[in-house]
Every structure is written in C-alpha cells, then in structure tokens.
T-cell receptor, first 114, second 114 residues
Framework: AQSVTQLGSHVSVSEGALVLLRCNYSSSVPPYLFWYVQYPNQGLQLLLKYTSAATLVKGINGFEAEFKKSETSFHLTKPSAHMSDAAEYFCAVAYGGGADGLTFGKGTHLIIQP | EAGVAQSPRYKIIEKRQSVAFWCNPISGHATLYWYQQILGQGPKLLIQFQNNGVVDDSQLPKDRFSAERLKGVDSTLKIQPAKLEDSAVYLC????????????FGPGTRLLVL
C-alpha cells in the first residue's frame, strides 16, 4: 500500500527565510505527487504536481518541489517566506488507472515568525 | 469557472441521527471523490466515482455510510446512524484527468456529532 510521510508536524521559519517542508513516499511504481495548501476553514488548494515530466516542479506563490526517485522524496521549498504562507501543507500521492484517489500525509503546519 | 460546491457548510447532530451532505463538482469533471478529514490529520479517501459508477469504496464504512452520484453529476454522502467518531470535515473533490490530474476541492462540510 502506498503511504506518505511528512517529517515535522510543525515548522517555524522567520519571514524572508527559506521554507523547506519534507515529504517521503513509499511506492513500487512511479507515482503522481502533489502538494496542497489548506488555510483555516477552507478546502485544499493545489500548489503543484509531479506527473513524470520535469523533476523540478514550479507551483503557485513561489513554491517549487523536486522529485528524487532515489530518495523517494518530494520536498517543498520556497526561497523567501512571507507571512501569508502560514497554513497547513499536505503532500499526497496517487497512481494512474482506475482507483486513483489521493493518499495524504498528516500535514505540516507552517508558522511564519515576523 | 465555478468551483466545487458543497452544502451545508456546518452541521451539528446527535449520535444515532442521520445526516446527508451534497456536492456539485466542476462542470465536465467525470471523477468525483469524497474524503474525510479528522482534526489534525490529512484527508482520507472514502469513495471515488467515475461518472455515476463507483470505482473505489474500499475505505467507506458501508455499515453506516452510503453515497450516490445519480446522472453522473451531483453526489450525496449519507451517514446513518452517526457516531461520535464521525465528527470531521467531509471534503468533496472533482478531477478532469483522474489520478494524474489535479483534484479540485470544495470548502467542505464540518460535522459535529454530540
């Protein structure tokens, strides 16, 4: 069964600092990988997705993620944090074919210190 | 383009009562998903529809949960009877491309079972 591990339930960075949110997945076949962001009392918004094209994926709001097959990782980064980035971030994996619902990690709460 | 619509946004019921949630996906999206998000966790897939057929309901507690998608558009998720542990946010999502494509989420229905 596929699974997703997000290291760190809470990550705190200073405004303007690098943001790094970690995600590792378990898979025996090439997955499709996603990062979603959730603001309080809202649904999930797609940040970016990897679907076997370029390994470095650029998303919205200045975020990007790199797919590393050898490390089974898909870490999310942003060079300079902004106060508006404070939210819950979820890494998720899916597989093409019929049953392709997302399997989510437990989430990482990003805190931005002024 | 209108997003995924869900109603109601909030619902409070007592245990053993029944409740129903409604979802209207993005126009033209053949795939529809229902997820359960318990506080502090990532969403968990309950059921996936392709048009009006069920593709995956392996994680749906079928003794109390049911879902349908008549005519391949709107969907309804029902819980009968509700238990305390059903308190969660129920998210509906739709997708144009299935697993390799982005899933677009509605705002969710927050259920509290007393």
């Amino acid at each position: 069964a596929q699974s997703v591990t997000q290291l760190g339930s809470h990550v705190s960075v200073s405004e303007g600092a690098l943001v790094l949110l970690r995600c590792n997945y378990s898979s025996s076949v090439p997955p499709y990988l996603f990062w979603y962001v959730q603001y309080p009392n809202q649904g999930l918004q797609l940040l970016l997705k990897y679907t076997s094209a370029a390994t470095l994926v650029k998303g919205i709001n200045g975020f990007e993620a790199e797919f590393k097959k050898s490390e089974t990782s898909f870490h999310l980064t942003k060079p300079s944090a902004h106060m508006s980035d404070a939210a819950e971030y979820f890494c998720a994996v899916a597989y093409g074919g019929g049953a392709d619902g997302l399997t989510f990690g437990k989430g990482t709460h990003l805190i931005i210190q002024p | 383009e209108a997003g995924v619509a869900q109603s109601p946004r909030y619902k409070i019921i007592e245990k053993r009562q029944s409740v129903a949630f409604w979802c209207n996906p993005i126009s033209g999206h053949a795939t529809l998903y229902w997820y359960q998000q318990i506080l502090g966790q990532g969403p968990k897939l309950l059921i996936q529809f392709q048009n009006n057929g069920v593709v995956d309901d392996s994680q749906l507690p079928k003794d109390r949960f049911s879902a349908e998608r008549l005519k391949g558009v709107d969907s309804t998720l029902k819980i009968q009877p509700a238990k305390l542990e059903d308190s969660a946010v129920y998210l509906c999502a739709s997708s144009l491309e299935g697993g390799r494509g982005a899933q677009y989420f509605g705002p969710g229905t927050r259920l509290l079972v007393l």
